[in-house]
């Protein structure tokens, strides 16, 4: 199993940045995924997260990137995405994705968002 983040970088104040997931390894439809993100310093924190298609493929969001930021999947290519819009400095974070599949937690290596004037 194996999750690989990739998309974040520089952004000013307002800006938008599209984080991508590429999951191999299990049934990707069939699990619900999640971004977490992560301050130096802070616990991880739950972000988003995007049901498995047996479950409606619901979304949920943490209450201060509601109407922000959006999840979505692809799952013919096995993909998630996060799209994130009007950033603030506050959304500055390592963003990490993850599944619980069969009994075991996985985790990308991250990827950094900087929201900076």
């Known amino acids: 199993v194996q999750v690989v983040e990739s998309g974040g970088g520089l952004v000013q104040p307002g800006g938008s940045l599209r984080l991508s997931c590429t999951a191999s390894?299990?049934?990707?439809?069939?699990?619900?995924m999640n971004w977490y993100r992560q301050t130096l310093g802070k616990e991880r924190e739950w972000v988003a997260g995007?049901?498995?298609?047996?479950?409606?493929?619901?979304?949920t969001y943490e209450d201060s990137v509601k109407g922000r930021f959006t999840i979505y999947r692809d799952n013919e290519k096995s993909m998630m995405y996060l799209q994130m819009n009007s950033l603030k400095p506050e959304d500055t974070a390592v963003y990490y994705c993850?599944?619980?599949?069969?009994?075991?937690?996985?985790w990308g290596q991250g990827t950094r968002v900087t929201v900076s004037s």
């Open positions: 993850n599944v619980l599949y069969n009994g075991g937690d996985y």
């Open positions: 390894g299990f049934p990707f439809s069939r699990y619900a």
């Open positions: 995007s049901a498995a298609i047996g479950a409606g493929g619901a979304t």
